[in-house]
């Protein structure tokens, strides 16, 4: 070696010059992973060529902070980037082209802020607006189960905060390993699943009920993929008063950094979130997780929403991914300004944090304020008051520069342009369609011990045992609660309302459909909008704006591109065919360990309107003696479904969206809503009719008969079992008084529909086949039964 | 006094977050109510006294560190003990809600075998079965009208409130639980008691009794029955709307159970004072 890589400064604290004018290729990639940039050879080259030009070698606090700011995780480069097709098509951008494309040409007046800030912004009501946003949070909860899940909470609930909004709901959906999964199956390095799930849920919980937000909605669900690559999003919703979003930062206001102290928890999160898990994980990347401290943003939120009301800051951000470092840069950029940093002012957990540590640790509940001059001290008293430390840092500056300083020297100094136009990422795609057949067996003549199987299925079951460990009533305006019923039933939706002086209410729900991704990642996306949109359909909810969260394997391998690229083409179509805009999202790739991939998946959020909560509908029986009818049709579309796993097998046919009916459904069952003729209203989903039908005589206690004659359906092969299992997307089951049956059918006009059965007065729930013989006699007591036995007690 | 000269004084300091849907059920019934930073009630330390009623409303004070409430009690007992003893003395009722009812414990305020003690004489330890839970139960009124929270419920009435915690389990000093207790009867501090829909006692038995509680018991007041702490969260149960069944009901209530506990001690201020 002659060239030495890494020169140290002669200076009283550690800082080192990256000798990249020196450095060949072979130097650069060494580089990169030595000082866990995870940048490409291509992104290293442009550095070298940016300070080629200056006649300088950069920093390692100019590396870092570049490192972070061209992340994957940061950046999204992948979503931005060029993509070519196998049939030569080219993709300028996954995101504008798809995700934005959809919101865009759908223009609604009610979408506030989309894509633009922390969160997610729509109109609700008079001055105010709801602000949504929901992160993914994989990597660090599958080194630490519990922090990871507790800093992603506490990351999502900060980006609320940083569009001014007061968080009012938390959600959580996550995806576990099979909690029986062999010990000796798995590959060193890796958790077993039991422990993440553990950790995970008792993170999630700890976050959320200390910082008294409720846990309103949710969803968990288990697959093989996951053993290596746990799946965890946090979503918050918050709400705003539209004329205090202030985000207006000029050159002189003062960066205040307000909240906990930095230190060495958090050291390049985002870079790791960027790569592969390995075997190594644990042992390379411990720092990278965050340590949770709630009440330290219980505190934080009480001051920043005083600051807001009182319009004492020009702008905000959370400090997540990337620490100081993207906020920062990110605040400069955004408002056209340079700034200056004088890192030796950033209040420290302990001394001798290197400088570069110090601008992109991301230790937790830190958010970053620009205020004007003359407000600078009555924004300092608020912090005081709620014993919350605030410290000016830096200033923004006229030119555009970011200059960082550390006792005194300049230990940076970038063009803010150039730190925010990475090298555009070029990629292939490949799109390889799977051949899969349907399984060849014949129909049981008895369904009752597969539906009560299903029930106990772990995705199916009921999670109450972990969904009452998180508090979903504090602030207590939560009016549809996860449980309803006789018996905790599932409900479709979360509903809040936040005013106390209207009934308007905010619904909350989500859709995934992991296993229809293994068949075909285009009809698992539509089937995810498709769930989304009718579980809020189903409580009442309308107006629905959507948010989409990707966790994708490594996209530099163009097969996942190849799905990822057909999953964004769904979003935009039935997107856009619902006319249900995009307003947040966020992509979390390179989920791959030692397992192999993460099977894609796709989490949609629907976030509706319910103008008067006393209105909405849940999905338990009510009465005995009411019809219950189907909206929708019923197709031949078991592939992917509950039934067929449960013979262990996948199937071919995967439900599909049919985008005029399916809008027909809702828009019909929304009317019978309004009408006041729906009892009770249930979305059909995984696990079909037979599921929907047994959770919701469960959840009021009462029987039920079902006639499968009557059942509305379409396909080749007509059997109980495919009918009964079958999960077409876009139906309902909705229960209505008899003396409501006309107005109801007239409600529903121009579907398929037809009433299929009746509530009973004892609590036998049978389904009668298509000859008219039971095919399904069993209980209310052990459906319940069935249905709690499997996650009861953990 | 008239209704609408009532103040309510609701504690925060950082971890709690129930304040403000107490101070909402509070004014709902046309009394006002304020919310004040415990640094403002050390710092002026006559502000208390401008109120007729205080409360210690649900959350996690200082994160629940060591024990639930036990950081916010000695911080209360020595920054304004010396005001607390003398609003006491003076009659005026004092609330604490699951993690108030927690402080009141730890500051030595309830059970108050003696008066006020310089030491918990009872816990709110680790639920059995443990782990935190959020869910609705059946509560008995049992007092026979000493407690001013709750002297408008008629004695034997089923309460539905919902209770969020994970230390909530009453105890009493081990082998004097039932000379504790008797004398806890006889003073007529025992106030709400766990029991199953039918209104009959939990008997300790999950989940009517959802944490293990000595004697189902939910809440109890102290000897003059103007200091009371439960572990329920009435507030949550104050509107109709609240209820986890509202759905099923033809026509729901306007108000849930909880309402007649902030009734009680208005129209007991009222009186009194």
Redesign the interface.
């Known amino acids: 070696m002659t060239r030495r890589l890494y020169i140290k400064r002669d200076l009283p604290f550690e800082l080192y010059e990256v000798n990249v004018l020196e450095a060949n290729d072979d130097d650069l990639v060494r580089i990169s992973e030595e000082m866990g940039l995870a940048l490409s050879l291509e992104e290293m080259r442009a550095i070298k060529l940016y300070f080629s030009k200056k006649g300088r070698n950069p920093t390692d606090v100019e590396l870092q902070a570049i490192g972070q700011t061209w992340s994957e995780h940061c950046y999204h480069k992948t979503f931005k980037g060029i993509i070519t097709l196998p049939d030569g098509r080219v993709i300028s951008s996954l995101f504008k082209t798809f995700i934005a494309g959809a919101t865009y040409e759908l223009s609604k007046p009610w979408c506030i802020s989309v894509f633009e800030d922390n969160a997610g912004i729509i109109h609700f009501e008079h001055d105010y607006g709801i602000a949504v946003k929901v992160e993914t949070h994989n990597h660090p909860s599958a080194i630490d189960p519990f922090g990871g899940a507790a800093t992603g909470i506490g990351g999502v609930i900060r980006d609320i905060l940083g569009v001014w909004a007061d968080p009012i709901a938390c959600m959580d959906v996550l995806g576990f390993g099979p909690l029986d999964y062999d010990y000796s199956n798995l590959p060193p390095g890796i958790k077993h699943p039991k422990y993440i799930f553990r950790g995970v849920v008792a993170g999630i ?1 700890h976050y959320g ?4 937000i409720p846990t309103v909605n949710g969803a968990i669900y288990f697959d093989e993929s996951y053993v290596g690559n746990v799946v965890v999003y946090c979503g918050c919703v918050g709400i705003l008063p539209i004329s205090k979003y202030i985000k207006r930062a000029r050159a002189g206001d003062y960066l205040v950094l307000v909240g906990g102290r930095t230190g060495r928890d958090g050291i390049h999160g985002v870079t790791f979130a960027s790569l592969e898990l390995t075997e190594k994980s644990e042992e390379v990347s411990r720092p990278a997780v965050q340590i949770p ?4 943003e ?2 934080l939120r009480r001051a920043i929403i005083a600051v807001r009301d009182q319009e004492l800051a020009s702008s905000i951000t959370d400090l997540g991914g990337g620490g100081l470092s993207s906020a920062v840069g990110e605040t400069a950029y955004k408002f056209g300004c340079g700034s200056i940093v004088e890192l030796d002012k950033v209040p420290l957990k302990y001394p001798d944090i290197a400088p570069w540590e110090i601008y992109i640790s991301e230790s937790q509940e830190r958010m970053l304020l620009t205020v004007p001059e003359n407000n600078v001290d009555r924004v300092l008293e608020v912090f005081w ?3 919350v430390e605030a410290t000016p840092i830096g200033r923004l500056t006229e030119d555009k520069t970011l200059k960082i300083y550390y006792r005194g020297y300049v230990v940076a100094e970038l063009d803010i342009a150039f730190l925010f136009s990475p090298p555009v990422v070029r990629r292939s795609a490949e799109i390889i369609k799977p051949k899969f057949n349907e399984p060849c067996f014949k129909e049981p003549s008895n369904l009752t011990e597969d539906l009560l199987k299903i029930l106990s299925s772990p995705n199916i079951a009921s999670k109450e045992a972990i969904v ?14 996860p ?4 018996n905790n039933g599932p409900s479709d939706a979360a509903v809040i ?1 936040p005013l ?1 002086k209207s009934w308007r209410g905010v619904v909350i729900s989500c859709g995934l459909n992991p296993r229809y991704g293994k068949i075909d990642p285009y009809w698992m996306a539509a089937s995810a909008i498709d769930e989304a949109i009718r579980n809020n359909i189903a409580v009442g909810g309308r107006r629905i704006a959507l948010l989409d969260n990707f966790v994708w394997g490594n996209p530099e391998k163009p097969d996942r591109l190849g799905s990822l690229v057909r999953a964004c083409m769904a979003c935009y179509r039935f997107a856009k065919g619902f006319g249900t805009p995009f307003i947040s999202g966020k992509d979390s790739l390179y989920n791959e360990s030692p397992l192999g991939p993460v099977t894609p998946t796709l989490l949609i959020t629907a976030i509706g309107i319910s103008p008067d ?2 209105r ?3 999905m ?1 029986l ?1 009465e005995p003696d009411n019809l219950i009818y189907i909206v929708g049709r019923t197709y031949d579309e078991l592939g992917g479904s509950e039934y067929y796993n449960l013979r262990g097998c996948l199937g071919k046919n995967v439900p599909k969206v049919r985008l005029r009916e399916a809008k027909r459904n809702m828009r019909a069952v929304t009317r019978a809503i309004d009408k006041g003729c729906v009892r009770a209203c249930h979305d059909l989903s995984e696990g079909g009719l037979a599921t929907a039908a047994a959770e919701m005589s469960l959840a ?1 206690d009462l029987g039920l008969e079902i006639w499968l004659s009557r059942v509305p359906y379409t396909g080749q092969t007509l059997r109980n079992d495919f009918i009964l299992f079958s999960e077409s997307n876009s139906r309902f089951l909705v229960e209505v008084p008899r003396e409501r049956k006309e107005e109801f059918e007239l409600m529903v006009k121009g579907t398929y529909y037809a009433p299929i059965g009746r509530v009973r007065r004892d609590k036998s729930f049978i389904v009668y086949g298509l000859n008219n013989e039971p095919i399904i006699n069993t209980s209310v007591d052990e459906l319940i039964e069935a249905w709690k036995r499997t996650l009861c007690r953990l | 006094m008239r209704r609408k000269e009532i103040k309510v004084c609701i504690v925060r300091v950082g971890g709690t977050n129930c304040d403000a849907e107490t101070k909402r059920a509070f004014e709902d019934l046309g009394v006002k109510a304020f919310i004040y930073h415990i640094n403002e009630l050390t710092k002026r330390k006559d502000l208390l006294f401008e109120h007729q009623i205080l409360v210690f409303p649900g959350g996690f004070s200082y994160g629940d560190h060591v024990r639930a409430g036990a950081i916010l009690a000695k911080i209360i007992m020595t920054r304004i003990g010396k005001e607390i003893r003398a609003f006491v003395d003076e009659g005026r009722p004092i609330l604490g809600i699951c993690n108030g009812f927690q402080v009141l414990v730890e500051a030595g305020l309830l059970p108050g075998l003696n008066g006020i003690s310089n030491y918990p004489e009872a816990a709110l330890a680790t639920n059995v079965p443990s782990g935190y839970r959020c869910m609705w139960v059946y509560l008995r009124h049992e007092n026979n009208g000493k407690c001013v929270f709750t002297w408008l419920i008629p004695r034997g009435m089923l309460l539905r409130i919902p209770v969020a915690h994970a230390e909530g389990r009453f105890m009493l000093p081990g082998g004097r639980e039932e000379k504790i207790l008797a004398s806890l009867i006889d003073n007529d501090q025992i106030v709400l008691r766990y029991c199953n829909e039918n209104g009959e006692p939990a008997e300790g038995r999950y989940p009517a009794n959802p944490n293990g509680s000595f004697y189902d018991i939910a809440g109890i007041c102290d000897q003059s029955g103007t200091i009371f702490g439960l572990m329920p969260h009435p507030e949550r149960a104050y509107y109709g709307w609240q209820l986890p069944d509202w759905t099923r009901m033809s026509k729901p209530p306007k108000y849930g159970d909880g309402k007649i506990i902030f009734e009680s001690i208005v129209k007991y201020v009222m009186k009194k004072f």
Do not use: A, Q
Not at chain 1, 209 to 212: D, V
């Open positions: 919980g009920n200390n910082m008294g401290n709630p009440i330290e219980e505190k008051e709620e014993d009452r460990t998180y508090d979903h009533e504090v602030k207590g305006n939560t009016v549809l609660k449980f309803c019923g006789r309302k106390d909560v006393r909405i509908i849940s338990d009510k009021g």
